[in-house]
T-cell receptor, first 110, second 113 residues
């Protein structure tokens, strides 16, 4: 299964945009890129997913590199409630999400 | 509303005393799985099931059993718990497509003394 690499932690100021990077150099042509986040004391929750084109939803945007070897989750205006661990995941062909990895811990400063 | 329910939410037990953590869903999804989360190790998958009576090992299945007799339930069984199974456990549910959202339960914090 393709693996992902993310920075351990990032900091942001409140109300500023945040760009969370993910490298997935071994991605295959059919792998969707999923992002989840885990707020303190909660289970992970879905954020966004995409295949080739950039994607937007009410929570975030996902920018996917043209070669698909990396992607960036964009929070347009970080709030204190966005402080969480963000996971970039590539499910295998069966749609089975195996390992979440360490993710990126986002800290948001007021 | 999509719901994944786990019970109990907190459990303190002793080594060797069999226990079961239940997971149920109201979404009629085929795929259910169990993860454990330990500091510095992220979420690791224990077992998963792609339908009734179909289960398979994840990354860390040793010491655990599961069953899938009904679509909505996927209990995690620790026949003889040991202290190294002290962890935070999450049940997760999704459809079979690689684009389906995975829904997580609230977690069960287990301490084995």
């Amino acid at each position: 299964d393709a693996k992902t690499t993310q920075p351990n932690s990032m900091e942001s100021n409140e109300e500023e945009p945040v760009h969370l990077p993910c490298n997935h150099s071994t991605i295959s042509g059919t792998d969707y890129i999923h992002w989840y986040r885990q707020l303190p004391s909660q289970g992970p929750e879905y954020v966004i997913h995409g295949l080739t084109s950039n994607v937007n939803n009410r929570m975030a945007s996902l920018a996917i590199a043209e070669d698909r070897k990396s992607s960036t989750l964009i929070l347009h205006r970080a709030t204190l409630r966005d402080a969480a661990v963000y996971y970039c995941i590539l499910p295998n062909n069966a749609g089975n999400m195996l390992t979440f990895g360490g993710g990126t811990r986002l800290m948001v400063k007021p | 509303e999509a719901q994944v329910t786990q019970n109990p939410r907190y459990l303190i037990t002793v080594t060797g005393k069999k226990l079961t953590v239940t997971c149920s869903q109201n979404m009629n999804h085929e795929y259910m799985s169990w993860y454990r989360q330990d500091p510095g190790l992220g979420l690791r998958q224990i077992y998963y099931s792609m339908n009734v009576e179909v289960t398979d090992k994840g990354d860390v299945p040793e010491g655990y059993k599961v069953s899938r007799k009904e679509k909505r339930n996927f209990p995690l069984i620790l026949e003889s718990p040991s202290p190294n199974q002290t962890s935070l456990y999450f049940c997760a549910v999704k459809g079979l497509s690689s684009t389906d959202t995975q829904y997580f339960g609230p977690g069960t914090r287990l301490t084995v003394l």
